[in-house]
């Protein structure tokens, strides 16, 4: 009996390690190939880099290169990814909680309408987006496009309908006794939410977190349009582009910064995961 | 009473400032849009009613981007929901590494853009017809992206292997829900681990399969990076007479339509894509929700 | 309570004064292009004409990834962001933008060239560069299978050498005869669909007869001139390589001429860098598409893309004099051939391009007897949405010919109501 246990896990245990190599393929390919100069990539994208002392030297020519800004795009990335994840977390589970707590008509009618909206195709918004944005803008005399606030704005509209969603079907599942007795202890609503249900959220909140933060991170059209190809404020997706002529496409280049900015989402994910497990323990204490 | 409904008024304010201005009004001023004859440029336009709509379901090329869509969204919310159900629950059992696996399932979802169209792209149209050649496999040597009755299931395979890890995250959250003792019960009293799973877990995070269905359903639909870095929309096949793009879904065809500044033609196949989503996705959301009920 | 809300508000306010602060925008001449290639020469062409003119300073904003240009440039009308001097790659967007395109009939570069953007007699572009192409041998795979490029000038001279090069293809080391890609999926369409297709249009014609594709513009094929040019599609696609030509991108068909692996490449002569990117050594020419059953031995020259001023801008004569002086003095000229390594659409022009097939192009476009490109005046999509698969179709089954035939007969008759 045993014995066959120990025999069904070893097989399952290969399988998993068999199926994290089919997953690790193409990620490999990009840091194989990142040690490779443009000719060697296109050649013989396979094989093994004859000199790894190229990565560092791919990595040196990203951030000497003189017309793209990728330091920079790389900041800008960064303020943008980080602000606009604080707010979308922040007012999502807000208006989640809000939403979830009012047993009124319109608070269904507004969830429908949130969740009605995660259909709308990018492409119908997006050229009446970057009007009204313009024309919004100048009535609010704030600038809206090519500013990094006006990106953060846009991400929170783009970011809160999924991340209310995810909260929402959360929420629900929280007892409501454990915030009525918070009201009974006299904490107002406000901070009943802050102290009591905000920190229960924390496993969910960390999954809207990794989701919104790559989604951000990684996208490119929204920045486009709204910052513009080599305008003041750029951001990772838009100045790898740079390395990519019509016809001329510089693939060490490309893979060597696709690599850079994949590093510190993978690192975050490292470090987060150890944040999920803690928040399970801390709610099964409690 | 009246304070606490403030409160909730002025928590749900910023996101439906934020979302009425970014997604709502350029929504219906698109909707506008798409009864003129906007070309993306013109100050000035004229209203034209519903001539678009009429005229795109006459073009054999948009039929076929809307089956190909619909095909497309079937294999794909099948085959991402079960990987993304599968990696959970490796990845939640007592295993070693695990926390390593978890990433690494995950870690395809971080390449994005022309790198995932170039990798793939290269798999398989190089390396697999290469591995056929050397294992003298016939069905291997023609690259799936080159014939149209494979493209479609080339793309969900790319698809799964790139979302699996995402939805993986949602069903790990879940599972993570479930008090630890409610399996070890269901373990002490004899069940097999098919029967805890099917029985026991999957009932209770029904309401994980609600959001990941609808999540991987919209998306599927609404498909187009991959798509464009990918395949371009190739191979070409005959459909009702007319060479049309094989793997061409919704998106890329509106994507294209605007390119050759067919712009309000495009708003108007835009609508006709948010009608079939908002019908497809209330339907599983009601079925599902039901589902949910019954547990 | 009253604390929460006063944080909530707090909260709220610093978000408001976030989004308030906005930097303040200088007066400059602003250029939006979608040539990679050449941001570097063009950002310090910029630079240096800004030294050289105190208080103008131009600013170069370059679309890369190959990504829909028209696209954003109307997402920078939508932005009020209009550039100052933008790109136009045919009528259709000639037509779309023309409320934003002023008249440069009077400019000085005007009579030195012949290749500028023209519309009811009054010239409205600036030539980027002449660009063009024909087919591209290696010469030193030609020698040794015996074959003399200067003999093809004919469809059956093709016939002939690519059968004598194909029964050698094993001692010469060949994959295929020819590298041409043609696949919807590649991204390649514009191969086919667009470049050979304009042997149709313009091919055997005098440079400037226009006369086969208005017919075209009206709805109607020249069956027999069709039929000529079909049996020549034919011909390269049976002895093109299958897998670059059915599914094979842009890279992989001018590694595997690089390579050596193919005899003949079907691309236009901005393959250069990317030759001297694969370290190519071996010499290139260029053989005409000649798929006539008489003879041809003209290529093909073309402006792909022209600048154009936006006239409600108030630095527009400030662009104009920008313009000018490209193609006017040493400086430009030096940027558009050393620097960026273009062949320049202007006559006063002497210096010479580094590219092998640059040099063959300047050489052909001395000695004359070249045909025009014609497909800019297409309506928009019409290379991509409509010949583009009509080609990957007639690559996946070379045989049909009478299937392609009619295909396109289809196609050309729905040209008006595009």
């Given at each position: 009996?045993?014995?066959?246990?120990?025999?069904?896990?070893?097989?399952?245990?290969?399988?998993?390690?068999?199926l994290?190599?089919?997953?690790m393929i193409?990620?490999?390919?990009?840091v194989?190939?990142?040690?490779?100069?443009?000719?060697?990539?296109?050649?013989?994208?396979?094989?093994?880099?004859?000199?790894?002392?190229?990565?560092?030297?791919?990595?040196?020519?990203?951030?000497?290169?003189?017309?793209?800004?990728?330091?920079?795009?790389?900041?800008d990335?960064?303020?943008?990814?980080f602000?606009?994840?604080?707010?979308i977390v922040?007012?999502?589970s807000?208006?989640?909680?809000?939403?979830?707590?009012?047993?009124?008509?319109?608070a269904?009618?507004?969830f429908?309408?949130?969740?009605?909206?995660?259909?709308?195709?990018?492409?119908?918004?997006?050229f009446?987006?970057v009007?009204?944005?313009?024309i919004?803008g100048?009535?609010?005399?704030?600038?809206?496009l090519?500013?990094?606030?006006?990106?953060?704005?846009a991400?929170l509209?783009?970011?809160?309908?999924?991340?209310?969603?995810i909260?929402?079907?959360?929420?629900?599942?929280i007892?409501?006794?454990?915030?009525?007795?918070?009201?009974?202890?006299?904490?107002?609503?406000a901070?009943?939410?802050?102290e009591?249900?905000?920190?229960?959220l924390?496993?969910?909140?960390?999954?809207?977190?990794?989701?919104?933060?790559?989604?951000?991170?990684?996208?490119?059209?929204?920045?486009?349009?709204?910052?513009?190809s080599?305008?003041?404020?750029q951001?990772i997706?838009?100045?790898?582009?740079?390395?990519?002529?019509?016809?001329?496409?510089?693939?060490?280049?490309?893979l060597?910064?696709?690599l850079i900015?994949?590093?510190?989402?993978?690192?975050?994910?490292?470090?987060?995961?150890?944040?999920?497990?803690?928040?399970?323990?801390e709610?099964?204490?409690? | 009473?009246?304070?606490?409904?403030?409160?909730?008024?002025?928590?749900?304010?910023?996101?439906?400032?934020?979302?009425?201005m970014?997604?709502?009004?350029?929504?219906?001023?698109?909707?506008?849009?798409?009864?003129t004859?906007?070309n993306?440029?013109?100050?000035?336009?004229?209203f034209?009613?519903?001539?678009?709509?009429?005229?795109?379901?006459?073009?054999?090329?948009?039929?076929?981007a809307?089956?190909?869509s619909?095909?497309?969204?079937?294999?794909?919310?099948?085959?991402?929901n079960?990987?993304?159900f599968?990696?959970?629950?490796?990845?939640?059992?007592?295993?070693?590494?695990?926390n390593?696996?978890?990433?690494?399932f995950?870690?395809?979802?971080?390449?994005?853009?022309?790198?995932?169209?170039?990798?793939?792209?290269?798999?398989?149209?190089?390396?697999?017809?290469?591995?056929?050649?050397?294992?003298?496999?016939?069905?291997?040597?023609?690259?799936?992206?080159?014939?149209?009755?494979?493209?479609?299931?080339a793309?969900?395979?790319?698809?799964?292997?790139?979302?699996?890890?995402?939805i993986?995250?949602?069903?790990?959250?879940?599972?993570?829900a479930i008090?630890?003792?409610l399996?070890e019960a269901?373990?002490?009293?004899g069940?097999?681990y098919f029967r805890?799973?099917?029985?026991?877990l999957?009932?209770?995070?029904?309401n994980?399969?609600?959001?990941s269905?609808?999540?991987?359903?919209?998306?599927?639909?609404?498909q187009?990076?991959?798509?464009?870095?990918l395949?371009?929309?190739?191979?070409a096949?005959?459909?009702?007479?007319?060479?049309?793009?094989?793997?061409?879904?919704?998106?890329?065809?509106?994507?294209?339509?605007?390119?050759?500044?067919?712009?309000?033609?495009?708003?108007?196949?835009a609508?006709?894509?948010?009608?079939?989503?908002?019908?497809?996705?209330?339907?599983?959301?009601?079925?599902?929700?039901?589902?949910?009920?019954?547990? | 309570?009253?604390?929460?809300?006063?944080?909530?508000?707090?909260?709220?306010?610093g978000l408001?004064?976030a989004?308030?602060?906005a930097?303040?925008?200088?007066?400059?001449?602003t250029?939006?292009?979608l040539?990679?290639?050449?941001?570097?020469?063009?950002?310090?062409?910029?630079?240096?004409?800004?030294?050289?003119?105190?208080?103008?300073?131009?600013?170069?904003?370059?679309?890369?990834?190959?990504?829909?240009?028209?696209?954003?440039l109307?997402?920078?009308?939508q932005?009020g962001?209009?550039?100052?001097i933008?790109?136009?790659?045919?009528?259709?967007?000639?037509?779309?933008?023309k409320?934003?395109?002023?008249?440069?009939?009077?400019?000085?570069?005007?009579k030195?060239?012949d290749l500028?953007?023209?519309?009811?007699?009054?010239?409205?572009?600036?030539?980027?560069?002449?660009e063009?192409?024909g087919?591209a041998?290696?010469?030193d795979?030609?020698?040794?299978?015996?074959?003399?490029?200067?003999?093809?000038?004919?469809?059956?001279?093709?016939?002939?050498?690519?059968?004598?090069?194909?029964?050698?293809?094993?001692?010469?080391g060949?994959?295929?005869?020819?590298?041409?890609?043609?696949?919807?999926?590649?991204g390649?369409?514009?191969v086919?669909g667009?470049h050979?297709?304009?042997?149709?249009?313009?091919g055997?014609?005098?440079f400037?007869?226009t006369?086969v594709?208005?017919?075209?513009?009206?709805?109607?094929?020249?069956?027999?001139?069709?039929?000529?040019?079909?049996?020549?599609?034919q011909?390269?696609?049976?002895y093109?390589?299958?897998?670059?030509?059915l599914?094979?991108?842009?890279?992989?068909?001018?590694?595997s001429?690089?390579?050596?692996?193919?005899?003949?490449?079907?691309?236009?002569n901005?393959?250069?860098?990317?030759?001297k990117?694969?370290?190519?050594?071996?010499k290139i020419?260029?053989a005409?598409?000649?798929?006539?059953?008489v003879e041809?031995?003209?290529?093909?020259?073309?402006?792909?893309?022209?600048y154009c001023?936006?006239?409600?801008?108030?630095?527009?004569?400030?662009?104009?004099?920008?313009?000018?002086?490209?193609?006017?003095?040493?400086?430009?000229?030096?940027y558009?051939?050393?620097?960026?390594?273009m062949?320049?659409?202007?006559?006063?022009?002497?210096?010479q391009?580094?590219g092998?097939?640059?040099?063959?192009?300047?050489?052909?476009n001395?000695?004359g007897?070249?045909?025009?490109?014609?497909?800019?005046?297409?309506?928009?999509?019409a290379?991509?949405?409509v010949?583009?698969?009509?080609y990957d179709?007639f690559?996946?089954?070379?045989?049909?010919?009478?299937?392609?035939?009619?295909d396109?007969k289809k196609?050309?008759?729905?040209?008006?109501?595009?």
């Amino acid at each position: 009996m045993t014995r066959v246990h120990r025999g069904a896990r070893v097989l399952a245990e290969l399988a998993v390690v068999a199926l994290f190599a089919l997953f690790m393929i193409p990620f490999a390919m990009v840091v194989l190939n990142s040690a490779k100069t443009a000719q060697g990539i296109i050649f013989d994208p396979l094989s093994w880099p004859t000199d790894w002392g190229r990565l560092p030297r791919n990595i040196g020519l990203i951030f000497s290169n003189s017309t793209v800004r990728y330091a920079g795009a790389f900041l800008d990335s960064a303020l943008i990814t980080f602000f606009s994840l604080v707010v979308i977390v922040l007012f999502s589970s807000m208006c989640a909680w809000a939403l979830v707590r009012t047993r009124k008509a319109w608070a269904t009618i507004l969830f429908f309408v949130f969740v009605a909206a995660m259909v709308i195709p990018f492409q119908v918004l997006m050229f009446p987006l970057v009007r009204w944005m313009r024309i919004l803008g100048d009535f609010l005399h704030v600038r809206l496009l090519q500013s990094i606030p006006g990106m953060v704005f846009a991400y929170l509209g783009f970011g809160c309908p999924l991340s209310i969603f995810i909260f929402h079907g959360f929420i629900k599942n929280i007892p409501y006794e454990l915030e009525e007795s918070a009201t009974i202890d006299g904490c107002g609503q406000a901070r009943t939410f802050f102290e009591i249900v905000f920190p229960l959220l924390q496993p969910i909140i960390i999954t809207v977190l990794i989701l919104n933060g790559i989604w951000i991170w990684n996208d490119y059209l929204l920045p486009l349009l709204m910052l513009g190809s080599s305008g003041a404020v750029q951001t990772i997706p838009i100045a790898v582009t740079a390395f990519a002529g019509a016809y001329l496409k510089q693939w060490d280049l490309i893979l060597t910064s696709t690599l850079i900015a994949m590093l510190p989402v993978i690192v975050l994910y490292l470090f987060a995961q150890r944040y999920i497990i803690r928040g399970m323990i801390e709610g099964a204490i409690k | 009473m009246r304070r606490q409904s403030l409160v909730k008024v002025l928590f749900v304010l910023p996101c439906v400032f934020a979302f009425t201005m970014v997604i709502l009004v350029p929504f219906f001023y698109g909707l506008f849009f798409s009864m003129t004859n906007w070309n993306g440029v013109s100050e000035t336009t004229k209203f034209v009613g519903f001539l678009h709509f009429g005229k795109v379901f006459t073009q054999p090329a948009f039929i076929h981007a809307f089956l190909a869509s619909a095909a497309y969204t079937a294999i794909n919310v099948t085959l991402v929901n079960a990987a993304g159900f599968a990696l959970a629950l490796v990845v939640t059992g007592n295993l070693r590494f695990r926390n390593f696996y978890r990433a690494g399932f995950f870690a395809p979802y971080l390449i994005g853009g022309i790198v995932l169209g170039y990798i793939w792209q290269f798999l398989f149209n190089s390396a697999i017809p290469a591995l056929g050649k050397a294992l003298s496999i016939e069905a291997l040597q023609v690259s799936f992206l080159s014939r149209a009755d494979s493209v479609i299931w080339a793309m969900s395979f790319v698809n799964t292997w790139q979302y699996a890890g995402y939805i993986m995250l949602i069903f790990i959250a879940a599972i993570q829900a479930i008090p630890a003792s409610l399996m070890e019960a269901a373990k002490v009293d004899g069940a097999g681990y098919f029967r805890r799973v099917f029985h026991i877990l999957m009932p209770m995070m029904a309401n994980a399969f609600t959001i990941s269905l609808f999540l991987t359903l919209t998306t599927s639909f609404k498909q187009f990076d991959m798509n464009f870095t990918l395949t371009n929309g190739g191979p070409a096949t005959r459909f009702l007479d007319q060479p049309v793009m094989a793997s061409q879904l919704l998106a890329m065809d509106i994507f294209n339509t605007a390119k050759a500044n067919r712009m309000a033609e495009a708003q108007a196949k835009a609508v006709v894509l948010f009608v079939a989503l908002v019908a497809v996705s209330l339907a599983q959301v009601s079925i599902n929700k039901k589902k949910e009920v019954e547990q | 309570m009253r604390r929460c809300i006063a944080t909530f508000l707090i909260l709220s306010l610093g978000l408001a004064a976030a989004v308030m602060a906005a930097p303040a925008k200088p007066a400059t001449i602003t250029m939006f292009q979608l040539k990679v290639e050449i941001k570097d020469a063009l950002d310090a062409y910029a630079a240096k004409y800004g030294a050289a003119n105190p208080g103008v300073t131009v600013k170069v904003e370059t679309l890369g990834g190959g990504a829909d240009f028209a696209g954003a440039l109307k997402a920078k009308i939508q932005a009020g962001q209009m550039p100052d001097i933008f790109v136009i790659e045919g009528a259709g967007q000639y037509n779309v933008f023309k409320d934003y395109i002023a008249d440069l009939s009077d400019q000085p570069w005007v009579k030195d060239t012949d290749l500028a953007f023209k519309a009811n007699g009054k010239v409205y572009g600036f030539p980027v560069a002449i660009e063009g192409y024909g087919l591209a041998y290696n010469a030193d795979i030609l020698k040794k299978a015996g074959v003399d490029p200067a003999s093809l000038t004919t469809r059956a001279a093709y016939e002939t050498a690519f059968a004598a090069i194909d029964a050698k293809k094993k001692d010469l080391g060949l994959d295929a005869v020819v590298s041409m890609a043609a696949s919807v999926s590649g991204g390649m369409w514009w191969v086919a669909g667009q470049h050979n297709l304009a042997a149709y249009w313009g091919g055997g014609l005098k440079f400037d007869d226009t006369s086969v594709i208005q017919k075209a513009l009206k709805g109607q094929l020249d069956d027999a001139r069709f039929a000529q040019y079909a049996k020549y599609v034919q011909l390269l696609f049976k002895y093109a390589d299958k897998n670059i030509l059915l599914n094979g991108s842009y890279d992989n068909q001018v590694s595997s001429f690089a390579q050596g692996k193919t005899a003949f490449l079907h691309q236009g002569n901005w393959v250069d860098p990317n030759l001297k990117q694969l370290g190519v050594a071996f010499k290139i020419g260029y053989a005409p598409h000649a798929f006539l059953d008489v003879e041809q031995k003209g290529l093909y020259l073309f402006a792909p893309s022209w600048y154009c001023v936006n006239p409600k801008s108030p630095n527009a004569a400030a662009a104009k004099a920008f313009l000018a002086a490209m193609a006017g003095t040493a400086e430009g000229h030096d940027y558009m051939v050393n620097q960026a390594g273009m062949i320049p659409a202007f006559k006063s022009v002497k210096l010479q391009p580094k590219g092998q097939l640059s040099q063959a192009l300047m050489a052909a476009n001395a000695k004359g007897g070249n045909y025009g490109v014609f497909f800019g005046m297409l309506p928009d999509g019409a290379g991509q949405n409509v010949f583009g698969p009509i080609y990957d179709l007639f690559a996946q089954n070379p045989a049909k010919i009478d299937q392609f035939i009619s295909d396109m007969k289809k196609a050309v008759a729905g040209l008006p109501s595009m």
